[in-house]
Nanobody
Framework: QVQLVESGGGLVQAGGSLRLSCTAS????????MGWYRQAPGEERELVAV?????????NYADSVKGRFTISRDNAKKTVYLQMNSLKSEDTAVYYC????????WGQGTQVTVSP
């Protein structure tokens, strides 16, 4: 049974930083490209960062976070991270991880709130 557990969210002032973690169980983690997604109130969930499977560690980012967010992974720990710097109020959302494309059941997510 696949389980994704996100953590690390919180309340931060604009310009601050947070580091999110997502630990997976029940999957061959290293075989999958993983992504961080977010969903703001009243909006659809969007993909913000992707990291390839264990081969080349290729990363891609949504334009809205490029240069501010960094995705990384530790396959031994079955964990994917999202380092978020220079946070803006528009980054406020619930953040989730999933494979890319997202076909696993969603975890509970972690709330990120950026105050102006």
């Amino acid at each position: 049974q696949v389980q994704l557990v996100e953590s690390g969210g919180g309340l931060v002032q604009a310009g601050g930083s947070l580091r999110l973690s997502c630990t997976a169980s029940g999957i061959a983690f290293s075989a999958f490209s993983m992504g961080w997604y977010r969903q703001a109130p009243g909006e659809e969930r969007e993909l913000v960062a992707v990291i390839s499977s264990s081969g080349g560690m290729i990363t891609n980012y949504a334009d809205s976070v490029k240069g501010r967010f960094t995705i990384s992974r530790d396959n031994a720990k079955k964990t994917v991270y999202l380092q978020m710097n220079s946070l803006k109020s528009e980054d406020t959302a619930v953040y989730y991880c999933n494979k890319n494309p997202a076909t696993f059941a969603w975890g509970q997510g972690t709330q990120v709130t950026v105050s102006p």
